[in-house]
């Protein structure tokens, strides 16, 4: 019943912009957490950021802070993932995903299984 559908991947050089979009349905994204997970080959999947509390709230990884930005649009029920100043090591298949009754912090870090709904990704590739 409820589907996440990423866009916006691509190819770009070091220092390039994207903007990826995550169009929901089945779920309002304002409801709970929404967020953003990215993973490298050989790498484990990295909580990168999440928004919540109708928007009023973020988290975002540290490799990212400052350069990513995650927004809400309730109108088109639709979760975004600006990225600037990116890097070779943000190259990565990207996920959305949604959490019912919050995300999961520990230690920092974003936890892939307090998601309750996955996409199926978008490839993010940065040229060095």
């Known amino acids: 019943q409820v589907l996440l559908v990423e866009s916006g991947g691509g190819s770009v050089q070091t220092g390039g912009s994207l903007r990826l979009s995550c169009a929901v349905s089945?779920?309002?994204?304002?409801?709970?957490?929404m967020a953003w997970f990215r993973q490298a080959p050989g790498k484990e999947r990295e909580g990168v950021a999440a928004?919540?509390?109708?928007?009023?709230?973020?988290y975002y990884a540290d490799s990212v802070k400052g350069r990513f930005t995650i927004s809400l649009d309730n109108a088109k029920n639709t979760v975004y993932l600006r990225m600037n100043s990116l890097k070779p090591e943000d190259t990565a298949m990207y996920y959305c995903?949604?959490?019912?009754?919050?995300?999961?912090?520990?230690?920092?870090?974003?936890?892939?299984?307090?998601?309750?709904?996955w996409g199926k990704g978008t490839l993010v590739t940065i040229s060095s």
């Open positions: 928004i919540y509390n109708r928007g009023g709230g973020t």
């Open positions: 995903a949604a959490a019912d009754e919050g995300c999961t912090v520990v230690g920092g870090y974003m936890k892939h299984y307090g998601m309750d709904y």
């Open positions: 089945g779920y309002t994204v304002s409801s709970s957490c």
